[in-house]
Each structure stands twice: as C-alpha cells, then as structure tokens.
C-alpha cells in the first residue's frame, strides 16, 4: 500500500503539470506543486516509521479541500484546453488513491510488526 500512496502522489503531480503546460489556472514559473508531490512521495516510499504513509493522506485531503476553495468545480466539465482538462482528472484520480492508499498502509502498519511496502 504504501508503493501505491507513492505511486498515486506521482500521478497527481503529472496531472498538475499537464494543468500548467495547458495554461489553465495562475501557475508560478516554477509550479510547486509537482515539486512536493514528488518529494512526499519518495519521502513515502523510503522512510520507514509507521506514520509516513499517512502523509499522503493529509496531503490529498489538502489538495481537494484546495480545490473546492478555489471554485475550480467547473474545470471537470469543461473541455477547453484538453490537455488542462485531462490533467485535471488524472490529479483527482491520483489525488483520491492517494487519500486511500495512505489510510490503509497506516492502518496495516500498525498492524503489523514492521512497515508494509
């Protein structure tokens, strides 16, 4: 569970990246997003306390509370770029396994003796 979790932060950070190529919402030059997506997730992935995948869950969480903050609702329906549209839905997918994924490799972490991978 804990390489899904990773795998999922991936994905949601390759959805905002596709945003920022799209030109869709206010990207700085250097969108962070992606950035920490991807450190979190090697961050899940290597280090070996109990509590780490849960990271990903807050983080997804995070994302998502964002996202309905910003009244960007309307963007899963409109089609206009594709690219922004489609990177939008592969964040939200990765974003929800990632909220998922996290949950329950913590769960099984603290079921188990040692980290599950």
Known sequence: MTTITSGALLTAAVGIF???LSGVGDFPTIPPGPIVLTVLAVIVSFL???WVPILGTLMGISLIVGFFL??????FSDLTPLLGFLGLW??????????????LATIRNYQ???PSR
């Open 48 to 50: 070996p306390w109990r």
């Open 112 to 114: 188990h003796e040692t």
């Open 70 to 75: 910003n009244e960007s609702v309307d963007r």
């Open 90 to 103: 592969i964040q939200v997918a990765g974003v929800i396994a990632a909220i998922g994924a996290g949950a």
């Open 18 to 20: 596709l945003q920022y």
